[in-house]
């Protein structure tokens, strides 16, 4: 007879497995993950599911009966406002139809030239032999190119209010959201959080942008301008209510998840000198000491398998929750109803079923490779949910470690202990290092 529920932690009596995630989620997911394909554990007296396996994270992800669980809904709506990660079924579609042409290859390609502008003048300020936290400027300068990119904004007021209030923004989100998912349902989280003023300053402030811009009737070329332009085929139009929120949503996730990438692209060149060795001759061959631009980005191979073995090795998108809207068999059991279920690429891509020597920093696994020859490759998520910047983030992480390469290597100042940051994204802090200006062979 098959088991009702499929194996894993017994854990506490009273807390079920909440002391083991508190004291490092990575390594609990990832123990979890030797539980087999589908494990379950139990925070406090909630049960929850943990799926490790390509197959089943595709049928989750790609199914209209698995939605985005309640909680991280109502989490996010209460900082986002009503955008593309507080919605489902048939109003997310519409949205994510009236959205799409701003990430359409003929625009991202005019983005192409802010980041790398974008980059320079970062690069310009840098000094020789300086040591700096490299997490902190891949924050700032991914911020700064979701901004101009997105509101045309450069290093204005607005733009400085919009940062500030971001920043106290997901500082909350990064710790009250682990402490709401022990929480029982019924707890109105949107009544509490610190962040309550941040969130209706930046409200305020994009709510602001949108009208001065809708009354202006002006084409900036920039992603807002296409989101109030956007219509769905009947004509529909977004309200300025809903621009807010969906430039809100992709405020959020267009800077921080691409500034973590970054970071462990660093450091996992730091440690990899040969690698960073070929990254450079290919930088130099290519582009013979120019600024790279999006024309070159098809020639920089290399560069851009090493984006995808960071984002392999350190997926900052490494956690997901969904929830089956009905009884649902899956794997071999049956789940009630709004059961959550948890999906961590990080765990998928570090299974040795999945990938050869998957702890080793191997870009050369990704060259001459498409991403659908690798199953269990999941970073930008699948399905309807699919990450809608996913080409954008690819072509900004390319052009920046080009660019910032092509003039500087960056090493880890020794005896540097680095911490990694698994909350709502994977991220790394404390990565002090030191630049080496080098001059590129033409
Ligand atoms: C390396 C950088 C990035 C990674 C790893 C990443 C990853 C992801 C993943 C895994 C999801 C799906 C989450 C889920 O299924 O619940 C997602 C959704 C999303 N991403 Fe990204 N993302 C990145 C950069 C970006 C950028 C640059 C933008 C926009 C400029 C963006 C906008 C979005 C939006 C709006 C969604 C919600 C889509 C929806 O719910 O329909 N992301 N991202």
Redesign the pocket.
Known sequence: MTPSLPPGPHGNPLFGSVLSAAKSELAFFSELGRFGDLSTFRFGRKRFYFVNHPDLIRKI?TSQNFV?TSLSRSLLESFLGHG??SQEGEA?LQQ?RLMQPAFHLKRIDGYGSIMSRFASRMLDSWQDGETRDISHDMMRLTFEI?SKTLFDADTGEQARQVNAAFTSIMRAINTEYPLYSVLPSWVPVRRWGASRRAVLELQRITHSIVQERRASSEDRGDLLSMLLMARDEDGTQMTDAQVSAQTL??LF??HE??AN?LSWAWLLLSRNPDILRKLQAELDSVLGGRPPTFADLPKLKFTEAVVKET?RIY???WY?ERAPLTDTELGGYTLPAHSPIVISVYVTHRDSRFFDQPERFLPERFLGVEDRQLPAYL???AG???????R??LM??QLLIASIAQRFELALVPGTEVTTRALITLGVEGLKMTLRRRTPAS
């Not at 309807?384 to 996913?390: A, D, K, V």
């Open positions: 992800l985005r593309l990660f997310h994510r979701v949503s992709l996730a267009g998840t691409t990438a984002l997926p900052p998108a997901a970073p930008f998520g309807s949910h699919l990450c809608i910047g996913n954008f983030a900004e992480a």
